[in-house]
């Protein structure tokens, strides 16, 4: 056992040649940098990467633009064909493209035609039976059987109850507008077993609802999320999850574009 | 010959003393007089109010603490640092009776403090805005009552309904209709039953001081009183997804009047669209697998014909 000897002289440190402050601190300005660097990168290339999808841009036309979608039981993709999903047509050659993003002239009225392909889903929220934020806060629905019979022919409704008859295949709603849409599906026994198989869908052979509405958009130029609030995520937590969680299936931007 | 004897050295513990007490008054007063009127979240209800307040005791509180720690380590790292060529050890230290003791004491002061004061502003402001879950222990006073009706005291029940990703917002003393505008009215008790319809997410009225999380199949309560009119952030604060950064939307708290109008123009719309009975009854907890209308015959609404379907579980959606 060592006893404490005060008078003893104090111990050196050990140790080699110290590495001088300017060493050290380069080397920490360094270590720094390399972490900053790597957030930034991560941050860049993961996080606001420019996306793969295409945008379509709709044009105004005499203070009008208009925009057509449709939804599917699936798509045409090679990684998930099975997710129900959105698609929009292009303007310039009407052919459909598999994007959710789209793009409108900043107060200008949006007339909306969607396609709805896909069979009824009750909402979890049945209050967004309700149509929202349209203008009169109405939509213009017709339904068609896969022979091409128009056996309701534009009827404008300001509800279409989705538990009470199941006609709700999806919504599209902008929930930063105020916008809520219930879509129409096609006859849920019709499309029991006549159901579009094939993405992108068309009117030949297959039952489908075509639902019309406009709105304004907004004064201001910016990005718009809009989303499904039906849980259409077959097989997914809560049925939130999968195309409902992934632009470019169920939800996706509409960009606002000012002059 | 001459000796050189070396000086004495200074009493490090009232100069530290001295200096801390200058900084933490200091600090104290910028807080109480300058910063505390413009904290988080402001005082536009009772229980933001509280907040605010409690935020600025505890500022106070822990200015001094922070002052000393800083303090310390800077006047030991200008005073006792090693001189140039000094390369030698400090002496041990083999303890201080009355440091030991002054920091336990003080240290005891400070948690039993706050311990106390925590839990009379927890009590005193029924719940302080918090979620106090289905069977609150700190309720707020105010007359209960199925309808409402400006000037009398009458507690507003609000349900905050939360769903992948967005807020609704049902009164049912209002015929159990349901918006997506938080409407409330000022100088009225207000009792929200928070609950989800999926996953968990949580109610942030930011102006009001109130959050409470939603839970499915879960009623929890909060109270507040809205003391000002004026618009209110409502945002998502519990990560839920995708869209949880765009889970907001704003509310706007309207004298009495405007209040009871609004509501009751938007029942009134609402029962003759039809909305109304496409809702469940109300209840505590949105359950939406009360579904009446289902399993009716093949029928028609405002000329669109449709079938019977079914509700997707939340546990086991599947697609058709």
């Keep these: 056992m060592i006893a404490y000897d005060p008078c003893a002289p104090l111990v050196k440190k050990r140790g080699g040649d110290p590495v001088s402050v300017a060493a050290r601190a380069a080397s920490l300005l360094v270590a720094f940098l390399v972490v900053v660097g790597l957030g930034i990168f991560v941050a860049l290339y993961y996080i606001g990467g420019q996306s793969s999808l295409p945008t379509i841009h709709y044009a105004a036309s005499g203070g009008q633009v208009n925009v057509v979608l449709q939804e599917d039981p699936q798509n045409n ?103 809520y849409v219930p879509v129409a599906s096609p006859n849920a026994q019709l499309s029991a077993n006549n159901l579009c198989s094939s993405s992108p869908c068309t009117p030949s052979g297959n039952p ?10 907004p004064v201001h130029g910016g990005d718009f999320r809009w989303q499904c609030l039906v849980p259409c995520g077959g097989g997914f937590l809560d049925g939130n999850g999968g195309p409902m969680a992934t632009i470019g299936y169920m939800s996706g931007f509409m960009n606002v574009v000012s002059s | 010959m001459t000796t050189t004897q070396a000086a004495p050295e200074p009493r490090h513990g009232l100069r530290l003393f001295l200096i801390w007490i200058i900084l933490a008054l200091a600090a104290d007063l910028i807080i109480w007089f300058v910063w505390y009127p413009h904290m988080p979240p402001g005082d536009m209800s009772t229980s933001a109010h509280h907040q605010q307040f409690d935020i600025a005791v505890l500022a106070v ?47 005891t002061v400070i948690v039993l403090w706050l311990f106390v004061f925590g839990t009379v502003e927890l009590a005193g402001p029924a719940g302080a805005g918090a979620g106090e879950g289905p069977s609150p222990i700190w309720t707020l006073a105010g007359t209960q009552s199925a309808t409402w009706s400006p000037g009398g005291n009458i507690m507003l029940q609000v349900q905050v309904i939360g769903q992948q990703w967005t807020w609704t917002y049902r009164y049912p003393q209002f015929g159990g209709m349901e918006s997506t505008q938080l409407m409330l009215p000022v100088d009225t008790p207000v009792t929200f039953h928070v609950t989800s319809l999926d996953v968990i997410h949580s109610f942030w009225a930011y102006q009001l001081g109130v959050k409470a999380d ?39 708290v309207v004298n009495q009047t405007a209040f009871a109008s609004w509501a009751s123009g938007v029942q009134a719309k609402e029962q003759s669209d039809g909305v ?8 505590l907890t949105y359950d939406p697998t009360v ?19 079914f509700y997707y579980p939340p546990g086991d959606p599947v697609q058709p």
């Excluded at chain 1, 709700?168 to 929930?175: C, D, E, N, R, Y």
């Excluded at chain 2, 579904?291 to 000329?303: C, F, N």
């Design chain 2, 214 to 252: 939603a839970n499915p199949q879960v009623d929890n309560v909060a109270y507040t009183t809205a003391k000002a009119l004026g618009s209110v952030t409502v945002r998502c604060s519990e990560l839920c997804g995708l869209w949880h950064g765009a889970m907001f939307n704003y509310g706007h």
């Design chain 2, 61 to 107: 509180t822990g200015a001094p603490v922070v002052i000393f720690v800083i303090l310390y380590f800077v006047y030991s790292l200008v005073i006792w640092r090693a001189k140039p060529g000094d390369d030698s050890d400090g002496e041990p230290i083999y303890g201080n009776i009355k440091v030991q003791a002054s920091w336990i004491i003080g240290t």
């Design chain 1, 208 to 217: 489908y609802a075509k639902e019309t509405f406009s709105f304004m958009s």
């Design chain 1, 77 to 179: 993709s090679s990684s998930k064909p099975d997710w129900v999903s959105y698609y929009v047509q292009d303007p310039s050659n009407n052919q459909w493209v598999h994007t959710t993003l789209f793009s409108v002239p900043a107060h200008t009225k949006v007339n909306v035609t969607i396609y709805g392909y896909d069979g009824c889903t009750p909402l979890r929220n049945n209050f967004f039976s309700q149509v929202q934020g349209t203008m009169g806060n109405t939509v213009t629905v017709s339904q068609f059987d896969q022979h091409g019979k128009e056996y309701v022919t534009d009827q404008t409704t300001s509800v279409i109850n989705s538990w009470a008859n199941c006609n709700v295949g999806h919504t599209f709603a902008i929930p930063g507008m105020n916008l």
């Design chain 2, 291 to 309: 579904i009446p209308q289902l399993g009716s015959a093949l029928g028609t609404i405002d000329g669109i014909t449709g079938a019977s379907g």
């Design chain 2, 276 to 283: 109304l009975a496409a809702l469940p009854p109300y209840a």
